[in-house]
């Protein structure tokens, strides 16, 4: 028996504010909103018809570690992600635990903080094309998915719809000021590198990641949304790792490698996902988990 998932969550008294290709998120009450990680997985960009189960569990999970752990470097939004500590109203919705956080509401920065400690994704096609990343000159010769000789801050646009633009230090400050711009670029550099080194001590390596900063009604610049997860994040493993192609990575390699077998063209809708290949990618989910908690879910 497949455990049980969840595609979508419709509450019909709580009212909700946005629903992503994988959250769905309510709002809760003046000062706090509810992040709902369902089991839906999206490849190439695509939302599959089938759900990974506990896909959502560990998601959250991993988040509310991370926050946990990176406590002494920065603030964040998180309230709670204990289902019992949560309002009625969230609690008698079964369908909700284990896979809800809790945060404080905050007026999110309109940016996305990116940083790369490796050549992958948007920033290996902008070094190709130009030798430089959102500014930053970088070295000739460079392979696909090297490691750089530091990780580098390559901010973009949040874009309403469609994909986020990369772009430069100047403009960056000029959306959010320059004052939170030095103080979102460094806390992002301070945080990956932390949070890069210790994943490296577990086996996986994150070759980048993607924060949002918000701030709360005090003022206070918090850390928001989810993060390092493999959803925010690219996870490599440690052990295949190899530069001069793309690596696999860490959760969704079973589902590319199925799709890419397939006379798909990579435009919705997606083909539904075999037992196996579902069944795999659950098992990958929760051994990110592991490696990184040192502890079953
Ligand atoms: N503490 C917070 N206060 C206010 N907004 C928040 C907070 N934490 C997260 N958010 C917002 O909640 C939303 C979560 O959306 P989600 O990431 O699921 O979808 P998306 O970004 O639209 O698309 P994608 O699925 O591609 O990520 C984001 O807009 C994020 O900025
Ligand atoms: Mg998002």
Known sequence: MAAQTVSETNLSDLSLVHRGKVRDVYNIDASRLLLVATDRISAFDCV?????PRKGEVLTNISAFWFEKLNGITKNHLITVDFKQMPEKIRKNAELRGRSTLVKKTEVFPVECVVRGYLEGSGWKDYQQTGEICGNKLPKGLKQCEKLLEPIFTPATKAASGHDE???????????????????????????????????????????????????????????????????????????????????SFDKQFVREYLETLDWNKLPPAPQLPAEIVEATTSRYLEAYKLLTGTEL
């Not at 979102?184 to 996986?204: D, H, P, V």
């Open 48 to 52: 599959m018809p089938n759900q990974v």
């Open 166 to 248: 990369n772009i430069d230090e100047t403009k960056f400050a000029q959306i959010i000021g320059k004052e939170t711009a030095d103080q979102l670029k460094t806390k992002s550099l301070e945080i990956y590198e932390f949070a890069s080194k210790y994943a490296l001590s577990c086996g996986i390596i994150i070759a980048d990641t993607k924060f949002e900063f918000g701030r709360d009604n005090d003022g206070n610049v918090l850390l928001i949304d989810e993060v390092l997860t493999p959803d925010s994040s690219r996870f490599w493993s440690l052990g295949t790792y190899q530069p001069g192609h793309a690596q696999p």
